[in-house]
């Protein structure tokens, strides 16, 4: 594996289960069990209902894209062969909305609505990213 440069996510207590769903290659949400909101991100009391009883379900890892940016100055030395690239706001088919990246095609063929799906980057031994492609 190729030494990663980059930040890496650094996961609470609640966003832990995330991360490790994200390592077995699937994407996964805390969902209420008493009212049916997926939280996102995760938390111990359900901002819809104040319950404390949640399970992480399995999501189809499919959506549009919401918005998204496409980024081309470099912030970070560390993203510098990166640019240009996209930040997208993920409107994933159960409503919830997630902040990932595009990738897999070209910049300028991004756009609103476009369906994607989520592919997954093993970047440490220990994480993994849920970018997402477009769907095909
Ligand atoms: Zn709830």
Redesign the pocket.
């Given at each position: 594996m190729i030494k990663y440069n980059k930040p890496l996510p650094n996961p609470s207590l609640e966003s832990k289960p995330f991360w490790q769903y994200c390592k077995q290659h699937e994407l996964r949400m805390q969902k209420?069990t008493?009212?049916?909101?997926i939280r996102s991100p995760g938390s111990g009391i359900?901002p819809?209902?104040?319950?404390t009883d949640s399970e992480w379900v399995k999501l189809t890892g499919k959506g549009k894209v919401y918005t998204f940016s496409i980024v081309h100055y470099v912030y970070n030395k560390a993203f510098a062969d990166d640019v240009p690239y996209a930040v997208a706001s993920i409107e994933l088919d159960h409503g919830v909305r997630m902040l990932s990246n595009i990738i897999g095609c070209k910049m300028e063929d991004i756009t609103v609505d476009m369906p994607v799906e989520v592919v997954f980057e093993d970047i440490t031994e220990e994480y993994t990213l849920p970018k997402f492609r477009p769907i095909t």
């Open positions: 209420c008493q009212c049916g909101h359900c819809q209902c104040s319950s």
